[in-house]
């Protein structure tokens, strides 16, 4: 029916980037928004940034000016790039297709930020 598969986590020194990935595939279509969470062991899972499908973006105060998110949700992608990694980054990253009430969720992908 739908799938959604992440891609692009990893382990990366403080200060590093990475750029998450993420397509869905299958039955979903007139996409409202796509997002990306993250959750710390322990932790809820959090938001970490958002675009809507007229291209408005918003992010937590953590990650603000350091991350950016885009996407097509023609082309059902969204990805993440991270710059100026801190070890407080670390969680697993999960995107997100939100379709008429519904949530759509990665897999998720582990983002380490150790040195």
């Known amino acids: 029916q739908v799938q959604v598969v992440e891609s692009g986590g990893g382990l990366v020194q403080p200060g590093g980037s990475l750029r998450l990935s993420c397509a869905a595939s299958g039955n979903i279509f007139s996409i409202y928004v796509m997002g990306w969470y993250r959750q710390a062991p322990g932790k809820q899972r959090d938001l970490v940034a958002h675009?809507?499908?007229?291209?408005?973006?918003d992010y937590a105060d953590s990650v603000k000016g350091r991350f950016t998110i885009s996407g097509d949700s023609a082309k059902k992608m969204v990805s993440l790039q991270m710059n100026s990694l801190k070890p407080e980054d670390t969680a697993v990253y999960y995107c997100?297709?939100?379709?008429?009430?519904?949530?759509?969720w990665g897999q998720g992908t582990q983002v380490t930020v150790s040195s």
């Open positions: 675009i809507t499908s007229g291209g408005i973006s």
């Open positions: 997100l297709f939100y379709q008429s009430g519904r949530n759509y």
